[in-house]
C-alpha cells in the first residue's frame, strides 16, 4: 500500500526545503524527497540577497549558518573606472550571506527535517501517480507515495514540469558563462564583496564558508569554446581586468576546479490539478543580479499559505494555485528583463555606460540600485525614461560622434519596455484545462530526457 501525505514536495534544496519547513510548522504531513545525498553541491555562485537573509532569519537558519559563513555587509561596485564602496547593511537593514550550497542546502534540509517533515534523500522521482485527470502523487524505486498535491522544487529540469507538460514562455537565451572558483588564504576582508562590470568583463566575488573566497568572472557567450579549451587562463586573464580583486589572490591558492554553467532563462506554467511548481522548475533568470536563491525564498513563503487554503478544502483550491502562479509572475517580471539585460553579452550600450557612471557618482542611485537587487523596488521605478533621456544627453553631449549608435540604442530600450510592460501568463481556466489534458496525454513515466527541449548547456 502507497504512502500517504498532505503534500509530496520533489526537491530538497533552497526552494523545497523552506516550503517543507513552512508547511511542516502548520501542521501538513509533508514528505520532501531528493535524489541527492546530502551534503551536496549544485552549480551556484550562491550570494543571498539581505531579503532572502531575512527569510532564512525566519525559518531559524540564519544563526546556524552564520556560525560557519561571514555576514556580508559591505560592496565594492566597479563601474570601468569608477570605484563605490557601500554599506548595503546600514541601508537595507540585512547582511548579505554566501555559504556555498553543499552548506547551505544542508542547513535547510536539517531544519525540514527538525519541522517535522519526512526526508527520504537518493531518492529519484521516476514520475506522477494520475488519479481522475489529476496528479495524486509520485512513482520511485521504492514504490509510491501519494499526496493530493505535489510540488515540483526540483530545479531547472524539472521531472514534475516535464510529467505535466508545463508549457514553457518568455523563453531568454544566456548571454554569459559564470566561470568561477574557490580559493584559500585570499587577502580579503571577510565582511566585504565585489560586483563589477568593466568593459565587457563582470565579475562576482565575496568570502564564503569554510574560510573560502569565491571568485566568478563573466565572459560572454560567444567565448564558449575559447572557455572551454582553457577555462583556467580565462579565469585568470578576466581576474586581471579587476586589479584590487585580483591583487586579493595573489597569495591565495585555489581549491578545487574552475567551475563552468550557463543556462537559459524562462517561465513555465507552474499549476494545474494536484500541482504546483516552485523556484527554478517553474522560472529561471540570468543569475548575474544574484536573485534565484532570494526567489526561490519568497515563492516558498507566498506559496505556503496558498497550499494551506487549496488543501483546507474551502474554496477552490486549484484556483488558489493558479492565484499563486500568477503572483509569481508578477513577482519575477521586471528583474527577469533585468537580469537578461545585465547578463547580455559584449561591453555595455553607451547609454548603459553613461547610466553606470551617474550611479557611480550618486551616492542616492547606487543606494537605489541596490534597493533594486534587493528586490525592495521594481528596476523600473530607478531606470526610468527621465534617467535614460537626460543620460541619452550628456552622452550625445560627450560622444557627439556616436549619435546614431545612440539614437538606435534609445529606439531599442522604448521597444523593449512597451513589450516587456506587464506579464503574460494563462488565463485560470486555459491552465486548468490544460494541466488536465497535458498530464493524460503525457504518460507521466516517460524516461527522463523524453521530448524535453534541453534547457541551456551545462557546460561542467
Ligand atoms: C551559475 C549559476 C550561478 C548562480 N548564482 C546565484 C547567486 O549568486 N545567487 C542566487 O540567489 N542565485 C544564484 N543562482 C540561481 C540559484 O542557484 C537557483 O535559483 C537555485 O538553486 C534554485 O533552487 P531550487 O531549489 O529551485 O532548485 P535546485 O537548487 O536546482 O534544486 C533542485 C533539487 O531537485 C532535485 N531533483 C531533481 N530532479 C529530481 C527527481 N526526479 N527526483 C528527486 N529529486 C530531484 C535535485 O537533486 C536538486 O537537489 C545561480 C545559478 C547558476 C546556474
Redesign the pocket.
Known sequence: MAERFDVII????????PLAILLARAGLRVCV????RFP?D????????PS?VRILDHLGVLEPLLKVTPAIERATIAFDDDRVVTDFTALVGAPMV?AR?VTL?AILLEAAAAAGAEVRTQ????GLVEDRGRVAGVK?KSGELRAPLVVG????????ARSVEAAEYHQTPAGRI?T?AYFESADADDGHMWLGAIGDHGF?AFPTDAGLFMA?VVPSIERRDEVLADREAVHAAELAHWPELEATLARARRVGPI?L???DGFFRESAGPGWVL????GH?KD?TP???????LRQAVELAPAVERALGGAGDGDRELHDWWCWRDRDAWEMYWFAHDMGAPGPPPLLIQEIQRRIAADPELTDALLRVLNHEVPPSTVFTPALALSAAGRALLTSPGQRRTLLREVQTIAANNWRRRAPSHPSPAAGRQQGVRDLRRSGVDRP?NGGVARRGAALR
Do not use: E, K, N
Not at 524527497?33 to 541527492?36: E, I, K, N, P, S
Not at 549544485?42 to 540577497?49: D, E, F, I, Y
Not at 531518492?123 to 521516476?126: H, I, K, L, N
Not at 544574484?290 to 526561490?296: E, F, N, V, Y
Open positions: 520533489v526537491g530538497a534544496r533552497c526552494a523545497g526545503s524527497v531528493d535524489r541527492a551536496s549544485t552549480a551556484s555562485t550562491h550570494g543571498v540577497q532572502g554566501s550550497r542546502d531518492t529519484a522521482v521516476t520511485t522544487a526540483d530545479g531547472i529540469r524539472s521531472a514534475v559564470f568561477w562576482l566568478a567551475r554553467m550557463s543556462r516552485v523556484g527554478d522548475a529561471f543569475p544574484g536573485q534565484g536563491i532570494s526567489d526561490a527522463s
